[in-house]
């Protein structure tokens, strides 16, 4: 069975603010753990309007405060932002709070444009050291060495489970070479979904951490009474990628109606492109999506996302996807 999670971007609507977001946030994770969601993730990202998860280790704290099963966690980190004993500190903490429920994954991008990447790490992030980072984080969350010099405390003997995320091959590699779990960001960009898969699987090493590959990947998912109405709650994002695109991020704007048949050229493409993982419409339809999707993938685990711009209707879409979720799940039982 795939399990199903929830990426939560903790997204800021027009004529909110922040405050409101993380109250929707937390609200969200509740209603996650009721329905039976495996884990929370929410995703660090700075200098973005619609985007208040900014302070990701606080979020996640507060998040994991509200709920008592479901496992909360990173998805992700942005390493080059950060230094490894600072992340190892930040998610030991978490560990020794909400125990056996935090994950950690940390992704090579600085989640921002390079000038704020810059501001968050003034001598200059260098992506290029990712791997060894990331085995500075392993280390420092394994149990110390005889006269280690530097210890995470909180942080060393804690084990959080790190995972590998990327929209490449690199991180597929990295999560293979390491054989570590691995999370593919296909929610936002699609394009080399099927062969970091075929990469992570074909080279995995099996390791302490775990003794056989497993694969996450991200997905949109918009799921209302009608196909319509669910088209009508997707447009915001549609909204937003087209705008990010173009170089003006902002607050996530109201949904409009038919909002594909009214773009231009350009916006069709943005959102073709960017939303090639999603399924939109009726539990019936979403259900036939995410099928066909799940036996191309191959997937271990499903993390969706869903920016509505109203909360009822995100609450909303993720209920009628626990439904899915249990539909498919008796299918393959029966299979």
Known sequence: MTAFSILDLAPITEGSDARTALANSVDLARHAEELGYRRYWLAEHHNMPGIASAATALVIGQVAAATQRIRVGAGGIMLPNHSPLVVAEQFGTLETLYPGRIDLGLGRAPGTDQTTARALRREGSDPNRFPDDVAEVLALLDDPEPGQAVRAIPGAGTRVPVWILGSSLFGAQLAAAL?????????????????????????????????????????????????EQARFHASSMEQSFVALRQGRPGPIPPPVANYRERADRFERLVVE????????????????????????????????????????ARCRSYELLAGVRNRIAAKDEMA
């Open 273 to 312: 492109r960017t939303m090639a993982c999603s399924a939109i419409g009726s539990p019936e339809t979403v259900e036939s999506e995410i099928d066909r999707f799940l036996k191309a993938t191959e997937a271990d685990e499903l993390i969706v996302t869903n920016s509505s711009f109203d909360h009822a």
């Open 179 to 227: 054989g570590l779990p691995y999370a593919f960001a296909s929610h936002f960009a699609p394009g080399e979904l099927m062969p970091a898969l075929a990469h992570y699987r074909e080279h995995f090493r099996p390791s302490r951490f775990l003794e056989r590959p497993y694969a996450m990947v991200g997905f949109n998912a918009y799921v209302a009474d009608t196909d």
